[in-house]
């Protein structure tokens, strides 16, 4: 999982990419990230603390960490190597083998999929490898 907030269209995406992380600090990563995504129109710097009172975060360190940036540099990494990789939009998954400490990508499969699509997008990565 990396960060890849679209800016462009969502101008409080990058501070909810912070958040998350900084409810990851608190071992409420996916919590955070799920509550985010669900609530898209609530992601304003005054919105988020409300999600970490929702979720029962230590509010006060959850601030410091957004309003210390601890984050930034992190989710901005995600950004550009999501674009060195090509990525377009979200969500993109890379099927492949590791190669050391490098992933071989054998398929990418860009955009929401049914199971289905899931399926064969795996199938067809799995017979490539044999």
Known sequence: M???PLESIHPHAF???????CAGDQGKYWE???????????LTPSDLPKHATALKLDTATFQQCLDSGRHTAAVR?????GQTATVKGTPTFFLGVEEGSK???????????????FKANIDGALSTMK
């Open 32 to 42: 955070m990230h799920d509550r985010l995504f669900a609530n898209q129109r609530e």
């Open 2 to 4: 990396r960060d890849y």
């Open 77 to 81: 990494k995600d950004v550009t190597d």
């Open 103 to 117: 992933l071989k990508v054998i398929r990418v499969v860009r955009g929401a999929q049914h199971i289905t699509g």
């Open 15 to 21: 501070k909810a990419a912070e958040a998350a992380r």
